[in-house]
């Protein structure tokens, strides 16, 4: 059994990544600041948190939870506003990778996005390892900082990390996304893969 975090664990695969890992035996903890996710929908068996990642008390949160994995899948992909996005997408994970650093989790799970270039950028390398996603949105570029965040941090600090890509959740079950987090707990060691392609990209 091992001690998880869910960030954005109120959210639609948050939830169901939630649900995986207790039936898996897990204790899970959550934190949400359920702008978008449903204190319903966290399963009672997991200890609740409601609050933004980029607070400096989501130090308090790792010192309670003492946490083996983090499942970072918080972010705000509204796409309606570019400073929020960049405050949760960015800032807000540096502030889990500075959690995960002080109180020694062994690995990070991080949600990122499958990123479409738009027809006119097509020969771009869709796959986007590492070179800005050109002709991508506001959120597709912050997902794409915080995966470079990552990887910085296990270059600098030992952090293991799996990078998950989610395709759009109308081209895979959300069950199977969920599943795909639990893999990584052993899986992919610092590796980039994009979900449903069984391809390592990076």
């Known amino acids: 059994m091992a ?16 649900e995986a890992l207790l039936e898996s035996g897990h204790e899970v903890a959550v934190v949400d600041n359920l702008r978008s996710g449903y204190r319903i929908d966290v399963h009672d068996s997991a200890r609740f948190y409601e609050l933004d990642i980029d607070l400096p008390d989501l130090q308090n949160i790792f010192q ?8 970072h899948l918080a972010a705000d992909t509204q796409g309606h506003n570019p400073l929020r996005e960049a405050q949760t997408n960015v800032l807000g994970t540096i502030n889990v990778l500075e959690c995960c ?15 479409e270039p738009v027809a ?17 949105s506001h959120k597709d570029l912050t997902k794409w900082v915080g995966e470079m965040y990552v990887r910085i941090y296990q270059e600098l600090h030992g952090l293991d990390y799996s990078i998950l890509r989610y395709p759009t959740e109308d081209r895979m079950h959300v069950g199977d996304i ?5 893999l990584a707990m052993s899986e992919g060691k610092n590796a980039t893969i994009d979900i449903g392609t069984k391809k390592d990209s990076f």
Do not use: M, W
């Open 64 to 71: 309670k939870t003492q946490a083996d994995f983090v499942f």
């Open 3 to 18: 001690k998880c975090l869910v960030t954005g664990g109120a959210g639609f695969i948050g939830s169901h990544t939630v």
């Open 120 to 136: 006119e950028f097509a020969v771009v390398a869709p796959l986007f390892n590492s070179t800005p996603p050109i002709g991508a």
């Open 101 to 115: 650093i002080k109180h020694g989790v062994k690995k990070i799970i991080y949600a990122s996005t499958r990123i």
């Open 178 to 182: 969920a599943e795909a987090n639990l």
